[in-house]
Each structure stands twice: as C-alpha cells, then as structure tokens.
C-alpha cells in the first residue's frame, strides 16, 4: 500500500525524481522494508524546494484537488517523500485508486 490514513487526511508515499525530461507516474517502487512508494518524475531541479513545489502540482492534478491542500510532510531534502493529502480518506483514496488504474498501476 502506497498509502496511510491519518487524522489530517491520506499521506501518500513518494520516491520522486527530479531533472527528469517529464513530469510523470513512473510507476510504485518497492522500498527494502516492503513499502510501496509512488515513483514519479520532475522536470525540476531539487533547489530551494523547486522539485516539491512540481510534485505538489502534479499531484493536485491528477488527484483532482487543490494545491493548497497538499504537502510534503516527510522528506523535504529527500527522493523518500510523504505528503499530505488533506481531506476525508473516503473521498480522496477512491480518487487515487482510479487515477492508478488508468494508469495501468495495481497498487
């Protein structure tokens, strides 16, 4: 599961890579411990938050909400991110379900 459910909303896991040629869902990496993690791609570079700010926009768009409620909690400085996304669990997994199937992901 690429996911957790908390109090605030969903916090997703991301291995994102930035300086890509695109931004794109790569697909879900596996971490040694058996995590699942969401690999994305950026364009951007990993300066002054650059990255996480491309991250957040993507995702806010393929989850259909705004960016304001969503953020990098974990891992700021870091490929390994989590990021809130804030809502009810019951509105926002759903969405990401769908938004993996089209994509050809089973989480």
Not at 2 to 10: F, L, M, P, S, Y
Not at 12 to 26: D, G, I
Not at 33 to 59: M, Q, W
Request: hydrophobic share 40%; aromatic share 4%.
């Amino acid at each position: 599961m690429i996911a957790e459910v908390t109090k605030q909303g969903v916090v997703l896991r991301v291995r994102c890579q930035p300086n890509s040629s695109s931004c794109l869902l790569k697909g879900v990496f596996v971490d040694a411990d058996g995590n699942g993690h969401l690999k994305i791609s950026v364009v951007s570079v990993p300066e002054k938050g650059k990255a996480n700010a491309e991250l957040v926009k993507f995702l806010a768009s393929k989850i259909k909400i705004a960016k304001s409620e969503i953020e990098v909690v974990g891992g700021e400085t870091d490929r390994y991110k989590k990021v809130l996304v804030r809502g009810k669990a019951e509105d926002i997994l759903p969405v990401v379900r769908a938004w993996l199937k089209s994509e050809g992901i089973d989480e």
